[in-house]
């Protein structure tokens, strides 16, 4: 029988498997592609210190290095941002292809065994333990565990199968176009952001700089885009980089519902993606992912420890996350409650308002800036910022 | 009676996994490398189709 079995190999699924193996205990990490890390759903962006808290950086999965991140009003205004002010998703643009399977390298080191092309696709709770039904390549069959950690991503059904209901609306999450794109011409040592509901209404396209071309994306909020994100990255790219080559095309999807209740059930601990700890304002969940997972190991290391697997004992974990990140997910739902609805002309009109010769540009300084100008604007949402 | 069904474009997807996000009915999956709808249990709500960043499904009448 094995102490845990990790369903997904992304950063979240990696990390606690590694975590759970380096403690000695017995891990299973499965994952239903063929290639792990491939497809690509990911811009790729990660700040340099979330990076850091889990894996020395190395020159083989990092595609670039930028220095802050610089963006755009509807009417080109721009703002620019040094790394460390920046948030999560700016300093290093990683090459996930790699970065992912040196992750579950790194799993499979420290112990756990690691089965690719294999698909868990149910789930049985029976006195007390789990029976784990696995298919690869047409055969299936069964394991047992104590525990099962659901990393397995936006499309996560392991949740549901533990009456855990994730289901998004189309007001949660972002439809997301990418084309890794070359023969165009940008700062490449900055990453781009343009915002505005003209361009990508309830998101924003992005542009990440890589050893070669650019990841150059979109997201929009389902509910509010009258077209597919598709569209309105053609009209972008058609516009700014009308010489652009695409020779690679991601599609994805990011959970922004912001802090769910829990993500415990009885045997189960929800990581990453599957537990919608994505960042509500920047999509990115890489960060997220990885500090899920190490939690999630520590706890399942705990409960083996105890033979402890009721949700009781697992609500350790919901209380590590939450006092992490959970607060900082469940204010961002706010503040990106109140962004979406702003036109462009209001957000081309705070742009403007920043004084060019703010000395350390933070989010919070141009905050406070704006306020001190426009304090009908701000109002509203200076308690999710200050 | 015909009833709704989702069906996916196998030449549009990308295989990412925005529909099965959002149907509440367990009615899709990504298996290992393609979309599978259950049409058993899908019911025509049309999330999905709503969300899918490639235009790759619809929502049809069917007959059986
Ligand atoms: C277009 C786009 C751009 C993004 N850009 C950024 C960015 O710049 N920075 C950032 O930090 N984040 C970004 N994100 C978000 C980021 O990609 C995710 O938050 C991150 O990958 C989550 O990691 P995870 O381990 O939770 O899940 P995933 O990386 O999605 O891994 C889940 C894994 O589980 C596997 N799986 C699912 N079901 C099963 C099953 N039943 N059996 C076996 N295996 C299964 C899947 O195949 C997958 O490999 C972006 C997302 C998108 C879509
Ligand atoms: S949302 Fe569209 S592109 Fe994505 S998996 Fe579903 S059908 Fe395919
Ligand atoms: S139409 Fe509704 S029930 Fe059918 S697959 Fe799409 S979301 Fe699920």
Redesign the interface.
């Known amino acids: 029988m094995f102490d845990v079995v990790v369903v997904g190999a992304g950063p979240g699924g990696s990390i606690t498997a590694k975590t759970c193996a380096e403690n000695g205990l017995n891990v299973l990490l499965v994952e239903?592609?063929?290639e792990i890390g491939v497809?690509v759903?990911c811009a790729e962006g990660i700040s340099k210190s979330a990076l850091e808290r889990f894996v020395e950086p190395k020159k083989f999965f990092i595609s670039r290095e930028v220095v802050g991140a610089k963006i755009y009003a509807p009417d080109g205004t721009e703002i620019t941002l040094s790394e460390e002010r920046a948030g999560n998703e700016v300093g290093y643009v990683l090459e996930r292809k790699v970065f992912d399977r040196y992750l579950a390298k790194l799993a499979s080191n420290a112990g756990a065994e690691v089965l690719v092309?294999t698909?868990a696709y149910a789930f049985e709770r029976k006195d007390g333990i789990v029976r784990v039904k696995l298919r690869r390549m047409g055969e299936e069959w069964e394991v047992e565990t104590k525990i099962v950690v659901g990393a397995d991503?936006?499309?996560?059904?392991v949740a549901?199968a533990f009456g855990i209901d994730?289901?998004?609306?189309?007001n949660e999450?972002e439809?997301?176009?990418q084309y890794l794109m070359t023969n165009i011409d940008f700062d490449p040592d900055y990453c781009h952001f343009w915002l505005g509901k003209s361009i990508a209404p309830g998101g924003y396209i992005w542009l990440f700089p890589k050893k070669v071309g650019a990841n150059v994306g979109i997201g929009v909020m389902?509910s509010l885009a009258k077209r597919?994100?598709?569209e309105y990255l053609d009209d972008f790219v058609s516009e700014r980089f009308p010489n652009g080559r695409i020779v690679e095309?991601?599609?994805?999807?990011v959970?922004v519902c912001g802090e769910i209740e829990s993500a415990v059930a009885d045997n189960l601990m929800l990581v990453g993606d599957a537990a919608r700890h994505a960042d509500p304002i920047t999509g990115g969940g890489i960060a997220n992912a990885m500090k899920a997972g190490y939690y999630a190991g520590k706890v399942a290391v705990e409960a083996v420890k105890r033979g402890d697997f009721s949700k009781n004992f697992l609500k350790r974990y919901d209380k590590l996350w939450k006092d992490d990140f959970g607060k900082d997910l469940a204010r961002k739902r706010k503040l990106q409650q109140k962004l979406i609805k702003m036109d462009d002309e209001t957000l081309n009109k705070i742009f403007r308002s920043i004084p060019k010769n703010i000395k350390e540009l933070s989010v919070r300084a141009i905050v406070l800036e704006i306020f001190k100008k426009h304090p009908k604007l701000l109002w509203d949402i200076k308690d999710l910022i200050l | 009676m015909p009833r709704k069904v989702a069906v996916v474009n196998r030449y549009r997807c990308?295989?990412?996994?925005?529909c099965?996000?959002?149907?509440?009915f367990?009615a899709n999956?990504?298996?290992?490398?393609f979309l599978q709808i259950y049409e058993d249990r899908c019911n025509g709500c049309g999330?999905c189709v709503?969300?899918?960043?490639?235009?790759a499904l619809e929502v049809i009448e069917c007959s059986t």
Do not use: D
């Open positions: 239903k592609r063929q497809p759903r092309k698909t991503g936006v499309e996560s059904r549901k994730t289901t998004l609306k189309p999450l439809s997301c176009v389902p597919s994100p598709k095309l991601v599609a994805g999807a959970p | 990308a295989y990412c996994g925005a099965v996000s959002v149907c509440k367990n999956e990504l298996i290992e490398t999330m709503k969300v899918c960043p490639m235009n």
